[in-house]
């Protein structure tokens, strides 16, 4: 599958992946009380839950920023990158009933996902900016990159889970693998803790982490109403084109295997 033909399905389905994925968001939690408000309310307990393990340890080295702040503006676009990755590598196994009878490209499944964490992702977003204001971040004309950073933040998460998604099909071990690893992988980037921590001569190297920039870019667009510089950007096109690239490749080799398996 050429690389033009991934794009060209997702364009074509783009109407069923749109209200696919909002249709999702809003009864992720039906059958529940508060419904589709958990996904708020989630986020809310484990900041204040980190607001009051962290804060009395850390404030002083937050370059004068909120811990709050600081803290929000880092870990709600990763739990929706996280929740991207979790969710979309399950996407072929749930939805193997619709792969089996419906002519729907597999990739459709996990772009659905994508979409669905990326609209709660503008949720936080929206939220953040009063939260940012209260707490003395720097709003300015740069939050106008914030949803741009949030699309492309979630087109590196689909490259990944798409990737994911055909592999936990063929090997479902892999499930139980990413259970821990996924909450490990959040200690690897100053989420909970400021970056000031961190060796200057170790800092470069958190780049290699492919969702780094993205969301340190989102963090000081809110904090300090601060560009990415150009070699930021080239890092998150390099990260992007590298793992849809991938996606791509693993999708059109494990496609038929995946196909038989479901």
């Known amino acids: 599958m050429p690389q033009s033909l991934l794009f060209h399905h997702l364009y074509q389905y783009r109407r069923y992946i749109c209200y696919n994925a909002w249709n999702e968001l809003q009864f992720r939690y039906a059958g529940t ?6 996904n708020l309310i989630h986020p809310v307990c484990e900041i204040i839950i980190y607001t009051i393990v962290f804060s009395l340890l850390i404030s002083r080295q937050t370059q004068g920023h909120s811990y709050v702040l ?8 990763w739990r929706t990158f996280a929740d991207a990755i979790a969710q979309g590598g ?8 619709y792969l089996k009878r419906l002519a729907i490209p597999p990739e459709i499944f996990v772009a659905k996902v994508s979409v669905t964490s990326l609209l709660l992702l503008f ?8 939260l940012s204001a209260l707490f003395g971040g720097q709003l300015g004309f740069t939050i106008l990159l914030l949803p741009l950073l949030a699309i492309l933040l ?3 998460g689909f490259g990944m889970a798409l990737i994911l998604a055909n592999l936990q ?5 892999i499930r139980q693998i990413l259970q821990f690893l996924i909450p490990l992988w959040s200690w690897t980037m100053p989420i909970f803790y400021p970056d ?4 200057k001569s170790i800092q470069p190297w958190l780049y290699l982490n492919p969702p780094y920039a993205f969301i340190e870019s989102i963090r000081y667009i809110i904090l300090e109403n601060r560009l990415p510089s150009i070699q930021i950007w080239l890092i998150m096109t390099t990260w992007i084109v590298f793992f849809l690239w991938l996606g791509r490749m693993v999708n059109d080799t494990l496609q038929d295997d995946v196909r038989d398996v479901i």
């Open 154 to 156: 979630h087109g590196l």
């Open 33 to 38: 009380g508060i419904g589709i408000f958990w």
């Open 70 to 77: 600081y803290l929000t503006s880092g870990l709600l676009p």
């Open 90 to 97: 399950n996407a072929f196994t749930q939805n193997a009933t």
């Open 196 to 199: 000031t921590i961190i060796p």
């Open 123 to 130: 949720i936080y977003l929206v939220l953040l900016l009063p």
């Open 169 to 173: 099909t063929l090997f479902p071990d």
